[in-house]
C-alpha cells in the first residue's frame, strides 16, 4: 500500500524557517516525481513545487520562488521542503503528493499533510 | 481568484445525479489533460478522475469524467451521502508552467 507520511510543520514567526518532510513507503520511491501543494484554512489547493524522480528537475510556484527548497534523498525514500522567510500567507497545511505515470500532471497518491502556522 | 472556474457549490438529493464544471482556458484545459479530486471534511484530497475520463482502480463508475474544449465536467450519479465533499478540478497551465486547480465545489446530499 503507497504510503506518504509527512511531519515537520508547527508554529514559525514571520521571517522563519521550517523544514518539512515527506516518508514514503508502498512504492520504489526513486522510480517517482513528488510534489508539495498547499492549502490554506478554509480555502482552495495550491501546487507548491515539483521535483524529478532523480532530483535533477526542480521547478517551483512563483508565489514561493527564492524562499522554498525541494530536494529528496533516495537512500532514506524521503522527501523534504525548506522553507525560508515564512510569511502569514504560507499558513497551510502542506501535502506531498505522488505524481501519476500517465504523462499528464495529476497527483495519485497525497499524505494526510503536516500544518504550518505563521503567526508572532 | 482561481485560474480554473468551478461553481462554489452544488446540491442534489440521494441517489440522483449532479454534475461540476470546471472553466478554463486554451494554456490550461484546451491544451492539457484534467484531473480530478474528491476532499472529504478534515481529509487529505483523493484522485477521482484523471486523463479527462479515466479512473483510478478503486474508483466506483458512479464517477466520470469529460472535456469539451476549455471546459471539463465531473459527474456523480447515484448520489450519496457519503459524496458529500469538495470537488477539485486540476491541470497543467502550459503559460504558467505551473499545475493549477480550480477553487473547489462544495457538493451537499439533501
Known amino acids: 500500500e503507497v504510503q506518504l507520511v509527512e511531519s515537520g510543520g508547527g508554529l514559525a514567526q514571520p521571517g522563519g524557517s521550517l523544514r518539512l518532510s515527506c516518508a514514503a513507503s508502498?512504492?520504489?520511491?526513486?522510480?517517482?516525481?513528488m510534489n508539495w501543494v498547499r492549502q490554506a484554512p478554509g480555502k482552495g489547493l495550491e501546487w507548491v513545487s515539483y521535483?524529478?524522480?532523480?532530483?535533477?528537475?526542480?521547478y517551483y510556484a512563483d508565489s514561493v520562488k527564492g524562499r522554498f527548497t525541494v530536494s529528496r534523498d533516495k537512500a532514506k525514500n524521503s522527501l523534504y521542503l525548506q522553507v525560508n522567510s515564512l510569511r502569514a500567507e504560507d499558513t497551510a497545511v502542506y501535502f506531498c503528493?505522488?505524481?501519476?505515470?500517465?504523462?499528464?500532471?495529476?497527483?495519485?497518491?497525497w499524505g494526510q499533510g503536516t500544518l504550518v502556522t505563521v503567526s508572532s | 481568484q482561481s485560474v480554473l472556474t468551478q461553481p462554489p457549490s452544488v446540491s442534489a438529493a440521494p441517489g440522483q445525479k449532479v454534475t461540476i464544471s470546471c472553466s478554463g482556458s486554451?494554456?490550461?484545459?484546451?491544451?492539457?489533460?484534467v484531473s480530478w479530486y474528491q476532499q472529504l471534511p478534515g481529509t487529505a484530497p483523493k484522485l477521482l478522475v484523471y486523463?479527462?475520463?479515466r479512473r483510478p482502480s478503486g474508483i466506483p463508475d458512479r464517477f466520470s469524467g469529460s472535456k469539451s474544449g476549455t471546459s471539463a465536467t465531473l459527474g456523480i450519479t447515484g448520489l450519496q451521502t457519503g459524496d458529500e465533499a469538495d470537488y477539485y478540478c486540476?491541470?497543467?497551465?502550459?503559460?504558467?508552467?505551473?499545475?493549477?486547480f480550480g477553487g473547489g465545489t462544495k457538493l451537499t446530499v439533501l
Open positions: 503528493a505522488r505524481l501519476g505515470v500517465s504523462g499528464s500532471y495529476y497527483f495519485d497518491s
Open positions: 508502498g512504492f520504489t520511491f526513486s522510480n517517482y516525481e
Open positions: 521535483i524529478s524522480s532523480s532530483g535533477t528537475s526542480i
Open positions: 486554451s494554456s490550461n484545459i484546451g491544451s492539457n489533460y
Open positions: 486523463d479527462n475520463s
Open positions: 486540476g491541470t497543467w497551465d502550459s503559460s504558467l508552467s505551473a499545475v493549477i
